[in-house]
């Protein structure tokens, strides 16, 4: 008889683990194995499950480059001994915490599924109870050469499987919490789990390498009509801040003021790196194509290219964190690594 697919839940907490305290109306986390408690169908899937869970489980607005350390050793430390992860999270850092895994566990051949909920378990329209056990199918599910169909960090919510590191959290209060707007879902849960092999992730076949250090010294400028450059002087200071990502208008457009472009020219003089993506919530950056950005591409801004904000972050704090030379940094940052970004 053909062994039973043994997975390893990852509890760090969120909605889906969460009950009301009747004291103060808040939310809070509750002793993970109450799951099963609310979710008795787990005990009839076809799977063998295990849980590890966080010792103090903490509201995803707590994430840290830290407890995503923390959650990348919990698969590295178990990962021959199972044959799929699923990562119980809140939705609201979800997607952060995603680009980091995937930068982290490279070349994997076996499912992280990160998923949540929007609605606690224990509520009676809880979104968690399908999300669960359809990311813990996911997570089981084998091709007929007995591997994983899924090789790779993914997001699962509300009936789509997204590649974590495309994947931006779009609502606060839906279901369809989750998009994916410059890369297709990998899977779609009907009837049946309907997969888009072709847009699977495909190892290379070094194996599991596992990257832990991130710089977090790094910041997040979102530009605005009006914006004082000299408000933001601090910020281009390279004793601080060692990498800075840039949301800009469009296809990377920026207001060509004399303070801005000096502030930014000075901090990448003086071994500053800046990233250039895009506010809005689709298409991609193309340095270059109106006036408006072609003096980034002369003082040596990178293009983020179509990469979400939540992964030019963690992009951005991985290289600082595991390359020593800025040449590579800066050779890194454009290309795709792990899937972040169209070429
Ligand atoms: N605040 C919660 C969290 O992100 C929301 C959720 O789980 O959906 O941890």
Redesign the pocket.
């Known amino acids: 008889m053909q062994q039973k697919p043994k997975l390893l839940i990852v509890y760090t907490?969120?909605?889906?683990g969460?009950i009301n305290d009747p004291k103060t109306g808040q939310l809070i986390s509750f002793d993970f194995n109450h799951i099963y408690h609310h979710v008795p169908e787990l005990e009839r899937l076809n799977v063998q499950l295990e849980t590890v869970s966080f010792e103090i489980p903490?509201?995803?607005?707590e994430m840290n480059p830290l407890l995503w350390k923390e959650i990348a050793e919990m698969i590295h430390l178990n990962y021959d001994n199972y044959d799929g992860f699923v990562v119980l999270?809140?939705?609201?850092?979800?997607a952060y915490t995603a680009s980091a895994l995937s930068f982290m566990l490279q070349n994997l051949s076996k499912p992280v599924i990160l998923t949540?909920?929007?609605l606690p378990i224990g509520t009676i329209r809880t979104d968690g109870k399908e999300n669960l056990i359809t990311a813990i199918e996911i997570a089981a599910s084998k091709n007929s050469q007995g591997e994983s169909i899924v090789k790779e960090v993914a997001v699962y919510f509300e009936y789509s499987l997204y590649r974590g590191n495309r994947s931006s959290k779009v609502s606060a209060n839906q279901f369809e919490?989750f998009s994916s707007p410059n890369y297709p879902e990998l899977a779609v849960a009907g009837v049946e789990i309907d997969y888009n092999l072709e847009r699977l992730l495909v190892p290379k076949k070094e194996g599991l390498k596992l990257f832990t250090n991130f710089e977090n010294h790094v910041a997040l400028l979102k530009i605005f009509p009006g914006f004082a450059a000299n408000v933001y002087k601090n910020l281009f200071d390279i004793h601080q801040v060692k990498g800075i990502i840039m949301e800009t208008f469009g296809a990377g457009n920026a207001p060509s003021s004399d303070d801005f472009r000096q502030l930014i020219g000075t901090y990448i003089q003086n071994g500053g790196i800046v990233l250039n993506i895009t506010q809005c919530s689709s298409g991609s950056v193309q340095q270059g194509k109106y006036e408006t950005s072609s003096f980034f591409d002369k003082i040596g801004v990178i293009s983020g290219k179509d990469m979400t904000t939540e992964t030019a972050i963690a992009k951005m704090m991985y290289l600082l964190g595991s390359e020593s030379s800025k040449e590579e940094i800066l050779k890194k940052l454009p290309i795709s690594l792990v899937g972040e970004l169209s070429e």
């Open positions: 907490g969120g909605t889906i969460m903490v509201d995803s607005s999270h809140g939705s609201d850092t979800m949540g909920s929007q919490a």
